[in-house]
């Protein structure tokens, strides 16, 4: 039976490579409705080649532009957020791939749920934002959350048949970023263009820049406590330059799994489209004899602040990772227009965190509030540091 997904954020990294794994498998998948914020472009391009019922421009001035683009074809051309809340009720849609980068995934992923879709989960935000409405919600509704971060895939992985074995630890493993052993003094005049230089990973800018400071890992630490129910002192992170460990799982007799693989967005996307079935793939494939040495070791949280704070978010609880996550938000966008500095982004979230109002048990609405009010605050404070 073949599977039609919905795509939100098509034009991204993982959308592209989404594309790219539906197209090695036209007989168990295919497209049913593609979405992009403004790269108008690229949306009909992908429109063109995959035929979806529908696409969705978020950017309102460009319907124009994709509407007459798409005029020979019986593609539906929507406009706007409330467009990509309603795409992803479709009776055609038989799952979600949340690709959309940042707090903009939230919304249409509390809508695909409440419509009882399966979720191909890429944007790790909506759980950090607000897994405490999310996890249940999942539950409530029969819905799999199947995570596509090369990490939560990987944990996933090694999870498979242990569900009755209580879990002791989970480990996560980051590369280090471009700048790897490196101390604060050192990253004070870091460029946007250095930071956005990955070792490992292609990816679009706002995550590079997180992986870059560690943030990324951050983010990831709130998604596994909620994706597989854990506190923050069962999450371990580990450097692991090579990132041919992709996570790993400590059981309560000490043993541990891992999963492996070269550094491919591409399998973890298809492992979750095509869950709970492994598909052949044309990948690339890991062997020892490339790699003479795995290695492993702790992170400088004093250097990388960020990973820290994410800690102290996750714990704290309520809408602190809400908080922290609109911030790094601002910060990021902030470094991108070279309007501050890079270890100002962990100046940034520490003052946000601080400051902001914490809430104990926020609902939908208060998350909305706080990623609004704390972007006001975030923006107020580079406007200061331009001045």
Same mark, same amino acid.
């Given at each position: 039976?073949?599977?039609?997904?919905?795509?939100?954020?098509?034009?991204?990294?993982?959308?592209?490579?989404?594309?790219?794994?539906?197209?090695?498998?036209?007989?168990?998948?295919?497209?049913?409705?593609?979405?992009?914020?403004?790269?108008?472009?690229?949306?009909?391009?992908?429109?063109? !080649?995959?035929?979806?019922?529908?696409?969705?421009?978020?950017?309102?001035?460009? #319907?124009?532009?994709?509407?007459?683009?798409?005029?020979?074809?019986?593609?539906?051309?929507?406009?706007?957020?409330?467009?990509?809340?309603?795409?992803?009720? #479709?009776?055609?849609?038989?799952?979600?791939?949340?690709?959309?980068? =940042? #707090?903009?995934?939230?919304?249409?992923?509390?809508?695909?749920?409440?419509?009882?879709?399966?979720?191909?989960?890429?944007?790790?935000?909506?759980? &950090?934002?607000?897994?405490?409405?999310?996890?249940?919600?999942?539950?409530?509704? =029969?819905?799999?959350?199947?995570?596509?971060?090369?990490?939560?895939?990987?944990?996933?992985?090694?999870?498979?048949?242990?569900?009755? $074995?209580?879990?002791?630890?989970?480990?996560?493993?980051?590369?280090?970023?471009?700048?790897?052993?490196?101390?604060?003094?050192?990253?004070?005049?870091?460029?946007?263009?250095?930071?956005?230089?990955?070792?490992?990973?292609?990816? /679009?800018?706002?995550?590079?820049?997180?992986?870059?400071?560690?943030?990324?890992? /951050?983010?990831?630490?709130?998604?596994?406590?909620?994706?597989?129910?854990?506190?923050?002192?069962?999450?371990?992170?580990?450097?692991?330059?090579?990132?041919?460990?992709?996570?790993?799982? !400590?059981?309560?007799?000490?043993?541990?799994?891992?999963?492996? /693989?070269?550094?491919?967005?591409?399998?973890?996307?298809?492992?979750?489209? =095509?869950?709970?079935?492994?598909?052949?793939?044309?990948?690339?494939?890991?062997?020892?004899?490339? #790699?003479?040495?795995?290695?492993?070791?702790?992170?400088? +949280?004093?250097?990388?602040?960020?990973?820290?704070?994410?800690?102290?978010?996750?714990?704290?609880? /309520? $809408?602190?990772?809400?908080?922290?996550?609109?911030?790094?938000? &601002?910060?990021?966008?902030?470094? +991108?227009?070279?309007?501050?500095?890079?270890?100002?982004?962990?100046?940034?979230?520490?003052?946000?965190?601080?400051? =902001?109002?914490? +809430?104990?048990?926020?609902?939908?609405?208060?998350?909305?509030?706080?990623?609004?009010?704390?972007?006001?605050?975030?923006?107020?404070?580079?406007?200061?540091?331009?001045?």
């Amino acid at each position: 039976m073949i599977k039609r997904i919905a795509i939100l954020g098509s034009t991204g990294s993982i959308g592209t490579q989404a594309l790219d794994v539906i197209k090695q498998h036209p007989d168990a998948f295919e497209v049913a409705v593609l979405t992009a914020q403004s790269n108008a472009d690229l949306l009909v391009e992908q429109a063109i !080649q995959f035929h979806p019922s529908q696409v969705v421009i978020g950017d309102e001035a460009k #319907y124009t532009f994709v509407k007459n683009a798409l005029s020979g074809t019986a593609i539906e051309v929507l406009a706007g957020a409330d467009a990509l809340l309603e795409v992803v009720c #479709y009776d055609h849609v038989d799952v979600v791939l949340t690709a959309l980068v =940042g #707090y903009a995934g939230l919304l249409p992923t509390v809508k695909a749920i409440k419509a009882g879709k399966p979720i191909a989960l890429a944007n790790k935000e909506t759980l &950090v934002v607000a897994g405490a409405l999310i996890m249940p919600l999942a539950r409530e509704m =029969g819905v799999p959350i199947l995570p596509v971060d090369s990490e939560h895939s990987a944990i996933f992985q090694c999870l498979m048949g242990e569900s009755h $074995n209580p879990i002791e630890k989970v480990i996560l493993t980051a590369s280090g970023g471009p700048f790897r052993g490196k101390k604060r003094e050192d990253l004070a005049q870091v460029t946007r263009a250095q930071a956005l230089k990955h070792p490992n990973w292609t990816m /679009g800018a706002k995550i590079t820049i997180d992986s870059a400071s560690l943030m990324n890992k /951050g983010l990831e630490v709130i998604e596994a406590a909620w994706l597989f129910d854990v506190q923050a002192s069962q999450i371990d992170v580990v450097v692991h330059p090579q990132s041919i460990v992709h996570s790993l799982v !400590q059981f309560e007799d000490g043993s541990i799994k891992a999963q492996l /693989g070269l550094p491919d967005m591409k399998l973890p996307i298809q492992f979750a489209l =095509g869950y709970p079935n492994r598909m052949q793939a044309n990948f690339p494939r890991f062997d020892f004899k490339d #790699y003479a040495s795995l290695t492993f070791e702790q992170p400088d +949280l004093e250097t990388f602040r960020n990973l820290g704070l994410a800690f102290q978010a996750l714990e704290k609880g /309520g $809408n602190m990772p809400c908080i922290l996550n609109a911030a790094n938000e &601002v910060a990021v966008d902030a470094f +991108l227009k070279d309007e501050i500095g890079f270890l100002q982004m962990s100046d940034l979230l520490a003052n946000c965190m601080a400051q =902001g109002t914490f +809430l104990t048990s926020p609902s939908l609405e208060d998350y909305v509030n706080t990623d609004k009010t704390t972007r006001i605050m975030a923006q107020e404070w580079v406007s200061k540091l331009k001045k």
